[in-house]
């Protein structure tokens, strides 16, 4: 079992992609895809969703993306952007209720008008650098 906690970081400016609140996102991503098989919303400031799929990390990192836009394009929203997948492994004791926990990963769904220049500006290069390579990943769709 793989588990996704995941954060939104809407980059795009426009009425026509607007943000989610948790439980919506929860609901309409677990409709829009198959292989996640549950997707809570939380109560965090950061975290909003927790989604689980008995797909691998990688697998479900490639899947995120594809049902993040079936889901923007199932509510009628704007889809002229790059959607990016941004994950990273809690490879240590997560901050007690805290929804991240050691074993899952934190994965930022970043919503973007470009997503080389949005990588550039965070430093995705450095940041990936200082991990393991099987700890990390990017996917974009």
Do not use: Y
Not at 24 to 33: D, M, N, P, Q, R
Not at 52 to 75: C, G, H, K, Y
Not at 123 to 133: E, H, I, Q, S
């Amino acid at each position: 079992m793989t588990c996704f906690v995941l954060s939104h970081n809407l980059q795009v400016h426009s009425e026509a992609v607007p943000s989610l609140p948790p439980a919506v996102l929860a609901e309409t991503l677990k409709a829009s895809s198959p292989h996640i098989s549950a997707a809570e919303a939380l109560e965090h400031p950061h975290w909003l969703v927790r989604i689980d799929s008995e797909l691998e990390a990688t697998a479900l990192a490639v899947e995120l993306p594809r049902a993040w836009r079936a889901m923007r394009q199932t509510l009628g929203h704007g889809a002229d952007h790059e959607l990016l997948a941004l994950g990273g492994r809690k490879d240590n004791p997560g901050i007690p209720g805290s929804p991240l926990q050691e074993g899952s990963w934190g994965v930022d769904v970043v919503e973007t008008p470009n997503g080389d220049a949005f990588l550039k500006t965070i430093n995705w290069d450095g940041l990936k650098a200082g991990r393991p390579a099987d700890g990390v990943f990017e996917a974009r769709g």
